[in-house]
T-cell receptor, first 112, second 112 residues
Framework: GDSVTQMEGPVTLSEEAFLTINCTYT??????LFWYVQYPGEGLQLLLK?????DKGSNKGFEATYRKETTSFHLEKGSVQVSDSAVYFC???????????FGAGTRLTVKP | SQTIHQWPATLVQPVGSPLSLECTVE??????LYWYRQAAGRGLQLLFY??????ISSEVPQNLSASRPQDRQFILSSKKLLLSDSGFYLC???????????FGEGSWLTVV
C-alpha cells in the first residue's frame, strides 16, 4: 500500500542554519504530496503541497519539490528561525477514502 | 470560509471511565470526517472515517467508537477508557472531491 518514510528526528539547529528534512514515498498512481507542521500543543496545519511531478510547493520560506524519479519530497528552508521549532509531517494522498498517509513526524528544535 | 472545532481541548480521565470528544465543521456540506490519534512521540494513526451521516468505518479495532449524528458533527466515544488510550486526538475534514485534509485544534487525553 501507499506509505511515507521521513527522516527521523529530533533535529536540532542553530538559528539561520539550513534545514533539510527528507521524505520519500511509495505509491501507486500519482498522489499529491504534503507537508504539515504541528506547533507545540496545537493541531496540524498545512504548510505546503504539490499535486504533480516537478511541482514546487512553498510557504513561509519553506520549499519542497515533487520528484517522481526519486519518489521524494524533501522539505528545505534556507535560514531557520526559533519560531520554526515544531514537528513536521510528510504526507501523501488522497487515498481510497480521501484520507492521507502520514510519516512519523520529525521534531525540529531551533536554538538562538 | 470553513472552520473546524473540537472539544474539550484537554481531558484527564480515570481508567474505566467513559469518553466523548466532539468535532464540528462549519462552512461546508457533506464533508468527509476523520479521527486520528497521535501517541506521544509517534506519528498519526487513522482511527475512523465517515463519508456521510451514520456511515462510519474503522481502521483499527479497539475500545473506541465513532458516530456521526449530523452532517457536520463527528463524535469519538468510549465506554471504558484504557491507559493506552492516552494521546492527542485530532479531528479532520476534507471535501469529497478534494485532496487536502484540514485539522482541528486537537484534544489531549490523559488516562490515569
Amino acid at each position: 500500500g501507499d506509505s511515507v518514510t521521513q527522516m527521523e528526528g529530533p533535529v536540532t539547529l542553530s538559528e539561520e542554519a539550513f534545514l533539510t528534512i527528507n521524505c520519500t514515498y511509495t505509491a501507486t498512481g500519482y498522489p499529491s504530496l504534503f507537508w504539515y507542521v504541528q506547533y507545540p500543543g496545537e493541531g496540524l496545519q498545512l504548510l505546503l503541497k504539490a499535486t504533480k511531478a516537478d511541482d514546487k510547493g512553498s510557504n513561509k520560506g519553506f520549499e519542497a519539490t515533487y520528484r517522481k524519479e526519486t519518489t521524494s519530497f524533501h522539505l528545505e528552508k534556507g535560514s531557520v528561525q526559533v519560531s520554526d521549532s515544531a514537528v513536521y509531517f510528510c504526507a501523501l494522498g488522497p487515498g481510497n477514502n480521501n484520507d492521507m498517509r502520514f510519516g512519523a513526524g520529525t521534531r525540529l528544535t531551533v536554538k538562538p | 470560509s470553513q472552520t473546524i472545532h473540537q472539544w474539550p481541548a484537554t481531558l484527564v480521565q480515570p481508567v474505566g471511565s467513559p469518553l466523548s470528544l466532539e468535532c464540528t465543521v462549519e462552512g461546508t456540506s457533506n464533508p468527509n470526517l476523520y479521527w486520528y490519534r497521535q501517541a506521544a512521540g509517534r506519528g498519526l494513526q487513522l482511527l475512523f472515517y465517515s463519508v456521510g451521516i451514520g456511515q462510519i468505518s474503522s481502521e483499527v479495532p479497539q475500545n473506541l467508537s465513532a458516530s456521526r449524528p449530523q452532517d457536520r458533527q463527528f463524535i469519538l466515544s468510549s465506554k471504558k477508557l484504557l491507559l493506552s488510550d492516552s494521546g492527542f486526538y485530532l479531528c479532520a475534514w476534507t471535501i469529497s472531491s478534494g485532496n487536502t485534509i484540514y485539522f482541528g485544534e486537537g484534544s489531549w487525553l490523559t488516562v490515569v
